[in-house]
């Protein structure tokens, strides 16, 4: 056993902060953690720490040349309600025990906008449920009064009513993002949120295409049970011009409703899962994980460390994609060159990277963004052909690491009670304890 670095987590029973050690035995990562009251407890981080180890090293690596500048709010959840008029079995926030904070009235969330007036960046607004808030239309006006753009994470059982989402649409709703566990396996909707939603997911997309609303995916998945639907899942990009990014969290057992810790995926080992459908190697993936997070970290911004993304063709074949092979070489030059001088890897990496986008169509949407910057969010600025994939591997007690989250998370919740900002893994850990 040895050890690979030393973190804070969380004790699984207590929550309280307990010294952490992520550990490599047998060829895995693990995270170590003892409370003086309730003894050790382990988890499996990484299948294969090789994955783990090179990945810590690269983000080092660019921290120390590339440093973060201020945090700056790129985009924020906000949380309208924690009421919910479901009871999903693989809900991350369902122990029901948790304290409910008031709810924000609008102007209090015209307050909490104030920093980030007129920037164009998104803001979820999440819960619970927010179609339960009867201000809703309110909420959203609010937002795109702010300047910037409003997406409504929900569970859109309400959102079937076609009238009700035009009248959000009307008030400025800038996109939706719906959770989907299946194309068309009942079943999988059946057990993991306890209802069918085939049909009503169908309609939903119709109606959020015709009234021209962003599309963004949740897509949960629980190991061995709904990762037949990942490729399918994936594939809504194509008849969805208007998907911006599918998002893709693995199961997270929180002693939930139907589902066990065996069902939870490790890191890699979920990127293992999506990367076979794309017709990636793990070791691609993280390659083109490393591309991605270049880009950011050449402009002072980081990317939490369990939630890598990449852009991938609408197509899903690989040879739409941005090649995995070439840019093992240009990574390769531009660690060497990292050592050297941090202005010429920078130079380097962006003529490489700069090349490959403008022979890939990118010139027009990059032209657009400079000429109208807050008129869409950065993301979408990028052509037809291509869809964002993200990577949401939230952490919880059992993989909680203060250190990662400390450095590298870039996801901002606004919330009742909160003087200052605070991560989104932070808050439903620490403040809600879900
Ligand atoms: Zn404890």
Redesign the pocket.
Known sequence: MAIIRKTEGL??????F?PAFAVEEGGSVYLDKE????GRSRSLIARRAPVYRDLLDFYARLESRFPRRAAEIESCAFTTTLRCNLSCAICFAADGQREAPPEPSPDELTGMLAPVRGRGIMVRLTGGEPTLREDLPELVARVKESGNHAVLVSNAVRLADADYLALLRRRGLWGIAPWMDAADDEAVYLRMRRRPFVAQRRELLANARRLGLKLFVFFVCVKGFNDHEIGRILSLGRDHPNLVKVILMPYLHRGARGFSAGEEYALDEFWEAVGAVLGYSLDDLVVLFQVFLSVRALRGRYTCFNSPFLLVPRSLRRKDGFDPDRYREVLSRFRGLMEESPAAARRYFLRAFGADLLRRGFGPPLLRRLLFPRREMAECYVPPGYVWLQFQHLFHPPNYDRELIGKYCCYFSLNPGLEKRVSFCEYYNLKLKT
């Open positions: 004790c699984p029973n207590c929550r309280k307990v409370c003086p009251l309730h």
